[in-house]
């Protein structure tokens, strides 16, 4: 008899036995208890007018979603927007923060963070003037009613105001400090990445700016890494003749701000996008961007691209998901409880008849990067509406909660309105979303793979023997018939990694396949 601890499987009279005990095992068995899930997909209008949401926080009885408003009363500014639902959906409260002349722009996903009990934003606060905009950076404290404690403004304190200072994202650091990225741009010269640390009550303890030459650098995202530094996700832009790429950057620094090394990721030949960086729980970086895969005039195709780094800067991986986009742009990178990778972002289908303008999506890898699950959202369906998804979190109960905006066009009806998606942890809006059949009829397709080392004590590897130009879905059951894992292959890959923490010892079901069929299915043991 074949030991335990040697397998090498292929569709066989052996693997539809394994298979058909595995589907009795599904119907003996019930799945896996899971906590109680909140679903909604709502649409918010305060002013008749513009809404747009672009952050979105758990808190104690429910969520609060930070954006921008355009008011009815000042002649149209632009207004940082705060708005608190309950769980769900039904709104709370809503305030706006602006007045006459005055525009303020929350930043990107991560403006919006808490810490002891307070809340704070990093934003824009923007003026004109006569022959330019004064822009200051502007960092909020609120209480937890989200009324104004204190306000810090940072940039040009005095005339000519010709130098613009944008805030873009803000971390926790040390933990009372705060360190923040965005941009300075003075009136005709370059931009330069601004990376600023204040105490926590918002003064400033130091800056530094970081770019060079005739390219246009922008920060967007920080985290703070193990060794005290920081890891700036960037994007930079040179502005010539013939046009311009616009390229990710990573710049890792000390805890002083001084630059240790940076990392240019993109194709240098197209459009890529900025990046988004998140701190992994073992302290290691993820970075999400795009990779550019074919210029179209002033568009792109683009892929997404996900990479985890060590602090000295070390690429542990760097992998390209999906096929690729037209005008593909990433908007955030987020780090789950149990270390999986959201990244959230839109793609134009504008030139697929029927359907809308931008539609959304929502990928999840593993910590080893393999792919698990991807989907698309799309609230209006008009052909030329707009369907934005900028922030993903993880909620209370182990789902995700989304924030945007949509942009409804003839035959859709209504405003620029903040849309927010509550869904489980595989991204469905409604129970039973996810209904890939992973395991439907045995079938001869010739594929094996083996499965090592065998009993497992923390991370196996499936090995596919032959290289194949399918799709490929890898799922893990246990002994209960209860899914565990599903893992997407994608064409031409041979193999990949997976970790078992957390799983309880016992026999577990590894199932191949492919267009709906099953491949090959293995038997293997976790271990403590």
């Not at 995700?400 to 949509?406: A, E, N």
Request: glycine letters at 8%; a negative charge; one cysteine or more.
């Amino acid at each position: 008899m074949k030991s335990l601890l040697n397998y090498s499987f292929l569709s066989s009279k052996r693997a539809r036995l394994y298979l058909a005990l595995l589907i009795t095992a599904l119907f003996i068995f019930p799945f896996a208890a899971i906590s109680q899930q909140n679903y909604f997909e709502k649409r918010y209008d305060f002013n008749n007018n513009y809404d747009r949401a672009q952050n979105i926080l758990t808190v104690d009885s429910g969520y609060v979603i930070a954006g921008i408003t355009q008011d009815t009363l000042y002649y149209n500014n632009i207004h940082l927007s705060i708005t608190k639902i309950s769980l769900t959906g039904e709104i709370i409260f809503h305030k706006e923060y602006g007045y006459d002349s005055i525009n303020i722009l929350i930043g990107n996903p991560g403006a919006l963070i808490s810490n002891n009990n307070n809340y704070y934003t990093s934003s824009t606060y923007w003026i004109y003037i006569d022959d330019w905009v004064h822009e200051s950076g502007l960092l909020s404290c609120y209480n937890s009613m989200f009324d104004t404690i204190w306000t810090k403004k940072y940039g040009e304190t005095s005339y000519p105001y010709d130098t613009s200072f944008i805030l873009a994202q803000m971390k926790i650091a040390d933990e009372s400090n705060f360190i923040l990225t965005g941009s300075r741009m003075p009136n005709g010269i370059p931009s330069r990445i601004w990376l600023l640390k204040t105490d926590s009550l918002g003064n400033k303890l130091w800056e530094r700016f970081y770019g060079e030459g005739n390219e246009y650098f922008q920060g967007h995202s920080v985290v703070q890494t193990a060794d005290g530094g920081y890891v700036i996700g960037a994007a930079k832009f040179e502005i010539h003749a013939t046009g311009g790429y616009l390229d990710p950057l990573i710049i890792k620094t000390d805890s002083l701000g001084n630059e240790e090394w940076r990392k240019n990721p993109g194709n240098p030949d197209v459009d890529d996008n900025k990046v988004m960086v998140a701190l992994a729980a073992d302290g290691n970086i993820i970075a999400g961007t795009n990779y550019g895969t074919k210029q179209a005039g002033d568009n792109r195709f683009a892929k997404v691209k996900i990479m985890k780094i060590t602090p000295d800067g070390t690429v542990l991986w760097d992998y390209n998901y999906l096929d690729p986009g037209y005008d593909n742009i990433l908007l955030n990178t987020t780090i789950l409880n149990i270390g999986n990778i959201i990244t959230s972002g839109v793609v134009s289908t504008s030139y697929i008849s029927g359907k809308p303008w931008e539609i959304s999506w929502i990928l999840c890898v593993d910590s080893l990067g393999n792919q698990l699950w991807y989907k698309e959202y799309a609230m209006l369906t008009g052909e030329d509406s707009f369907n934005d998804l900028y922030d993903v979190i993880q909620t209370t109960d182990n789902g995700l909660i989304g924030c945007g905006m949509v942009i409804p066009v003839v035959p859709d009806t209504g405003t620029n309105d903040i849309w927010v998606m509550k869904m489980d942890s595989m991204g469905c809006l409604e129970p039973g979303c996810d209904t890939t059949v992973d395991v439907v009829e045995t079938s001869d397709i010739g594929d094996k793979f083996t499965l090592y080392p065998n009993p497992v004590t923390g991370t196996f590897t499936v090995k596919i023997d032959d290289e194949t130009t399918r799709i490929q879905i890898f799922t893990v059951f246990n002994m209960y018939g209860t899914k565990v894992k599903k893992v997407v292959i994608p064409k031409g890959s041979q193999s990949l990694r997976l970790q078992t923490t957390g799983w309880p010892e016992g026999v577990y079901f590894g199932v191949l396949s492919s267009e709906g069929s099953t491949a090959a299915t293995c038997k293997f043991v976790v271990r403590k």
